[in-house]
């Protein structure tokens, strides 16, 4: 039986949104990629972009467990010789919520040509509300990835 491969004709990209409060970042956002990458669909090839398009609101709600904001460390480096920067989660969390969401995403995305074209259908908003209503996308439902309370 020969492999099918889709035809960038034959590819049908649908919207979600993803409603981030309360949601554990990594268990988040691995599910997030592989919606991007189109592995959720029996039609995923891995040389082809058939992903969808996600929509994240409410960044600035997302949970790290176990104390990881306070202890976990996020670097970038400027360019310039000695410009490496580092700060904790909770100061890129307080600072830039929607970036500190969107980087753990885009770090589970192959490092490809394929990869940069999978993460620009990723849009992230800290807060609840976006402004891509006209594509009518639908809730995506990330339920084990609820951060359990304790009491």
Do not use: C, F
């Not at 970042?25 to 592995?39: D, F, H, S």
């Amino acid at each position: 039986m020969p492999t099918y491969s889709p035809k960038a004709s034959e590819i049908e990209r649908a919207w979600h949104v993803v409603d981030a409060e309360g949601l554990v970042l990594g268990r988040m956002a691995t599910e997030v990629a592989n919606v991007l990458r189109g592995k959720h669909k029996p039609t995923y090839a891995p040389h082809i972009d058939t992903g969808d398009h996600v929509i994240i609101v409410n960044a600035d709600k997302v949970v790290l467990t176990a104390g990881k904001a306070d202890r976990k460390m996020v670097h970038h480096h400027t360019g310039y010789p000695g410009g490496i920067r580092s700060e904790t989660y909770a100061d890129k969390m307080r600072r830039r919520p929607e970036q500190a969401v969107y980087d753990t995403v885009r770090g589970m995305i192959p490092k490809t040509r394929l990869g940069r074209a999978q993460i620009t259908k990723l849009k992230v908003y800290a807060g609840p509300t976006h402004p891509h209503s006209a594509q009518q996308p639908q809730p995506l439902e990330i339920a084990h990835a609820r951060s359990r309370a304790r009491a």
